[in-house]
């Protein structure tokens, strides 16, 4: 598996410049997890329970969560729609154990390729950034997400778990330039 990780762009419009992030932090995170075996994706940095793993996986939620469910209005699919979110909130990163590095890069990347998709397809029908997403989600005080803070926060959701990842896959192998 070949991950090529894009450059940001300096000069662009909004939603080039918010893909270029989204984009450069996706490939990130994936790198940081490559060459890695499956053990070493189940392993976490004490006192943390986070594993690059659980990490690979609770981002394809968080792009399906986003993306496909608020932004395009479609129902959860497998295997979001049969997880037990009442017995544990964070069953997207906890049911990762014992899965293939194999099986999870794949559901990001499918993850990734439904939710940019479903991105062009809202942005083909109406390119205002500033537009409520089809499913809106109360934020507070009466706010309801936009394409914009959806694009934002998932350039954020990627940003901080990178560093997470530096610091997990530094732990496993003491890799510091991935």
């Known amino acids: 598996m070949t991950i090529e990780r894009p ?3 300096f000069s662009n419009d909004e939603v080039g410049m918010l893909r270029s992030f989204l984009d450069h932090y996706r490939a990130t995170i994936r790198l940081q997890a490559s060459g890695l075996t499956d053990a070493q994706l189940d392993q976490p940095l004490a006192p943390s329970d986070l594993t690059l793993g659980g990490m690979l996986k609770h981002l394809a939620f968080v792009e399906d969560w986003w993306f496909s469910y608020h932004l395009a ?13 009442d017995d544990d909130a964070d069953w997207d990163w ?6 293939t590095h194999a ?7 499918a993850a ?3 939710s940019d998709a479903c991105l062009d397809a809202a942005l083909a029908e109406d390119p205002d950034l500033g537009r409520p ?7 507070e005080k009466g706010q309801t997400a936009t394409i914009r803070w959806v694009l934002v926060h998932m350039v954020e959701e990627y940003a ?7 610091l997990i896959r530094q732990s496993i192998d003491g890799a510091t330039d991935v």
Request: glycine content about 4%; proline content about 13%.
């Open 7 to 9: 450059a940001t762009t």
């Open 73 to 85: 209005a479609n129902e959860p699919a497998p295997p979001w729609d049969t997880a037990p979110w």
């Open 94 to 99: 906890h049911s990762a154990a014992g899965e």
């Open 103 to 109: 099986e999870l890069d794949a559901l990001l990347a």
């Open 112 to 114: 990734i390729e439904r």
């Open 133 to 139: 997403v089809a499913r809106p989600r109360p934020l």
């Open 160 to 166: 901080r778990h990178a560093g997470h990842a530096d």
